[in-house]
């Protein structure tokens, strides 16, 4: 695998996110090899403050070429400098511009909404958010005990809105609208930005990974709350989950 430098690319990522899954698919599409670190869970925010220089709070962010980079969409540019083949913005300004504007619409616009919808029917479901930490991190969910359990689900109920049932009804809005953008700028064919796999069906697919589960993801989960159950098998026949289920089979390469 290459690399522009003689130390491997370093990528601080949260296993479980649909955004550090965008990043990883693009170092990995990219032939990018990385190491990967996970924080403990619950350590994110102040790390990712720590990292940018308080430029981010949020992970993922990727050590490459001597600096730090934080925000999927900005470390996807970086990549596509440093690493330009195979490509993921279009050669055409034209079609440049249509796919970063729809990368930033399902960044703003779906991708906030699955995570608060996820993480709403885990609230509502602690066996499967304790089956679903002892597969992501099985050491550090055993050594966090209890008491740091109920502190990550503190956490994740104050950043999301996780107790919010309007909120998460209104999430679920956002997902089924978000299914409907992108069908209908689908329409007939097999990408969203001409006729080749660019950054706007990456950052799509990935973002509603984890109401398809695709096998091809960096993490499978075996078993969902009943709500994200039930809507996996809602929107299971529509065009668009069968194309995020495409989308990893026919582009998404092995982890590096």
Do not use: N
Not at 131 to 147: D, H, K, L, T, V
Not at 152 to 174: C, F, M, P
């Amino acid at each position: 695998m290459r690399t522009t430098t003689a130390t491997k690319p370093t990528l601080w990522h949260i296993t479980v996110s649909h955004y550090s899954e965008k990043v990883r698919w693009a170092l990995d599409y990219k032939g990018v090899g990385y190491e990967g670190r996970t924080p403990l869970p619950g350590l994110h925010m102040p790390l990712g403050l720590w990292l940018t220089r308080g430029r981010h709070y949020t992970l993922p962010v990727l050590e490459i070429d001597g600096g730090r980079i934080g925000d999927s969409t900005a470390i996807i540019a970086a990549l596509e400098e440093l690493h330009p083949q195979p490509r993921l913005y279009p050669g055409t300004p034209e079609l440049r511009r249509r796919a970063l504007a729809l990368e930033e619409w399902f960044d703003e616009e779906v991708g906030p909404y699955v995570r608060r919808f996820v993480f709403h029917a885990l609230m509502g479901d602690p066996d499967c958010f304790a089956e679903i930490g002892a597969q992501i991190s099985p050491r550090a969910f055993e050594m966090m005990g209890p008491g740091g359990r109920r502190g990550v689900q503190a956490l994740i109920v104050r950043r999301y809105r996780a107790h919010d049932d309007a909120a998460a009804e209104d999430a679920l809005a956002k997902v089924l609208a978000g299914f409907d953008r992108l069908e209908a700028e689908l329409g007939a064919g097999d990408y969203l930005a001409g006729d080749a796999f660019s950054v706007a069906d990456l950052t799509a697919a990935a973002l509603l990974y984890p109401l398809v589960r695709p096998p091809e993801a960096t993490l499978t989960i075996a078993r969902m709350p009943e709500p994200v159950e039930r809507l996996q098998a809602q929107l299971r026949p529509r065009h668009g989950y069968r194309w995020v289920e495409e989308m990893f089979q026919r582009h998404r390469r092995p982890p590096g």
